[in-house]
């Protein structure tokens, strides 16, 4: 037996080596094709995506901010209105609502979706509120049937941020497939990656989708070329992604399950600590994109792992209302405490559907050695 010395905090090329040569067969085939913009690839995927999440329709864009800026665009959101949303996110988050000229109104999240919180999302609804975009953080549903009940009551679209939740359900429901429209991002690391930058919205709305197709490439009319009915952008993803993206989308829910098992390793190992665990609400089906673990000495812990060979990363440590760009929308520090407690507790360890046992073992032996020293 060899002892773990090194404990990466994702590991791409353990995927890559198990299907690499299929993902390079296809690659290759958009390379002889020569068709390496639109064509039956991106058309593919849209339609394998779409099925996969139960919606009518997807639209491929290339990147996840591009997924959340269409899709704001697409409802009409523009300058003077306002888009409710969460600070403990990436910044993509708000700064798609920037993008399209709107306002980020940002409530709390609750400690165990870490996603926003129903009754903080009532309070802020204003006569000016044009769109609702809840975070699917680390892999896990919020409380999305509660943020949708509400939405509909005052008549308000959801944008579901599930570009950390591919396949995620809420009873039995995917992620994405709940609000008007799901944005998924395929950055590399993301439990759905390409090869490079990519991203999805996916809506019941043939209307929405339209519009969305419109924003994604020049504002361009679908069935004439060079007549532009808006001003939109260059979202378009190119094909080897979606080809490559088309080899792993079958492959998805076998990692899911294999990182659920790896975080149950975790979960039992971890039980008897001071650390807390991720917990998961009544019916969801966590995909387990991070495993944060939280800790009031976070920093420690993280500076005590790293020693041990161990990576681990920060979901995140500046939550967006408290960032520079961004204050101006917020209350300032103490205005979100869940948010702010978040921000200096969480510590993502290791996750991938390949990570040993082995490893998870001394990633747990080393933080109960850290847990009892600090
Ligand atoms: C929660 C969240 N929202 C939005 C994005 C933006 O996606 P992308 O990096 O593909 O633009 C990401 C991913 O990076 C994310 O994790």
Not at 50 to 57: I, S
Not at 94 to 119: H, K, R
Not at 122 to 151: F, K, N, S, W
Not at 247 to 257: C, E, I, Q, T
Request: glycine share 10%; proline share 6%.
């Amino acid at each position: 037996m060899t002892t773990v010395t090194r404990v990466p905090f994702v590991e791409l090329q353990a995927q890559y080596s198990t299907i690499g040569a299929e993902i390079e067969a296809r690659v290759l085939e958009v390379l002889r094709n020569a068709q390496y913009i639109g064509g039956p690839e991106v058309a593919g995927l849209e339609a394998e995506f779409a099925a996969y999440c139960g919606t009518a329709e997807a639209i491929a864009v290339n990147s996840g901010t591009a997924a959340l800026h269409v899709a704001l665009l697409a409802l009409g959101v523009g300058p003077g209105d306002e888009v409710i949303t969460v600070a403990h996110t990436f910044v993509a988050t708000a700064e798609a609502v920037v993008q399209a000229g709107a306002t980020p109104v940002f409530v709390d999240i609750e400690p165990v979706t870490m996603g926003m919180d129903p009754a903080q999302l009532e309070r802020a609804i204003t006569p000016r509120t044009r769109a609702i975009i809840p975070v699917h953080l680390y892999g896990q549903p919020a409380r999305i049937d509660e943020i949708q009940a509400i939405a509909e009551r005052h008549g308000i679209p959801v944008i579901e941020d599930a570009c950390q939740a591919h396949g995620a359900r809420l009873g039995g429901r995917r992620m994405g497939a709940f609000g008007t429209i799901g944005c998924f991002s395929f950055y590399p690391s993301k439990n759905l990656g390409a090869i490079g930058e990519g991203g999805i919205a996916v809506t019941d709305s043939p209307e929405l989708a339209s519009r969305m197709r419109l924003f994604r490439a020049h504002g361009e009319a679908e069935n004439q070329r060079y007549r532009h009915e808006v001003v939109g952008y260059n979202y378009r993803l190119p094909a080897i992604q979606a080809a490559a993206l088309r080899v792993k989308l079958p492959h998805l829910d076998g990692w899911s399950a294999q990182r659920r098992d790896r975080a149950r390793r975790y979960d039992e190992l971890l039980a008897d600590t001071e650390v807390v665990t991720p917990r998961v609400q009544p019916g969801a089906e966590h995909v387990y994109h991070l495993y944060p673990i939280r800790h009031p000495r976070r920093d420690g812990l993280q500076r005590g792992l790293a020693e041990a060979g161990i990576q681990t990363g920060i979901h995140y440590p500046i939550p967006v209302h408290l960032q520079t760009p961004y204050a101006q929308y917020g209350a300032g520090r103490g205005s979100l405490p869940q948010t702010e407690a978040a921000a200096a507790e969480v510590l993502s360890l290791p996750m991938y559907a390949e990570l040993r046992d082995d490893q998870i073992d001394h990633v747990v032996s080393t933080l109960q050695r850290l847990v009892q020293a600090l």
